[in-house]
Structures are given as C-alpha cells and as structure tokens.
C-alpha cells in the first residue's frame, strides 16, 4: 500500500465510565472512527488520499473526540459521526469545517 497525502489519528482511547476526565471512545469514537473509514472508502479516497486510523490518547481529552489530521498538524474536537461527511468533503479539497477546527487554547487546555 502506498503512503497516504494524509493520515487521520482518531483517539479511541477508553477510560472507566466513572473517570473524572471521560474519554474519546466514551463519547462516541470508535463509531466516528468506523463512518471515517467507511465514507473515505465510499469516496474512493482510501488508497491515495487518506487513512483513518486509531489512536491512543492525544492529550486533549476535555474537547473529545478528537482527530489529528496529519501532515496538515490540524487538530478536530468534538467530532460525531454527523460530522463525518464534511470532514471528507475537505479531504477531497474542501474547507475544513471550521466549528470542529481546534484553537490553541483549545489544545492548550487539554
Ligand atoms: S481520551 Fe481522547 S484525547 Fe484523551
């Protein structure tokens, strides 16, 4: 398989329903990570364009679930399976959806 133009890091990291900080996979991860996967395939974008893949914790829990978008080094908070089609619109050369775009007090604030 050939490198991708970009790889996408979702963090499924699960932490005890009774943690005080949550978790991405609590909050709905894994299912974004599995429409990820299925829309970028349906786009026929999964050979060249982009890769969704798993991730352990990116350390900015409070905005989960969260996606590294790389090479771009673009961080997406708060993501749901809803926002799944406009994340592939911007891998096919859209915008990226500012509302899930992280600012760096964002990130800053974990
Ligand atoms: S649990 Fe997902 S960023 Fe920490």
């Known amino acids: ?21 949550g978790s991405c996979a609590a909050r709905g991860s894994e299912e974004v990570h599995a429409a990820l996967k ?9 050979r060249l364009e982009a890769r969704p893949c798993s991730s352990s914790c990116l350390d900015v829990c409070g905005a989960g679930p969260t996606v590294l978008v790389e090479p771009d080094h673009l961080l997406l908070g708060r993501v ?26 964002e990130i800053d604030a974990g």
């Open 80 to 105: 749901t399976t809803a926002d799944v089609p406009a994340i592939v619109d911007a891998l096919a050369g859209g915008e990226w959806p500012a509302h899930l775009v992280l600012s760096q007090a």
């Open 1 to 21: 398989m050939p490198l991708r133009k970009r790889y996408l890091f979702v963090c499924v990291n699960r932490r005890p329903d009774n943690a005080p900080k």
């Open 38 to 46: 299925a829309a970028v395939a349906a786009r026929g974008l999964a």
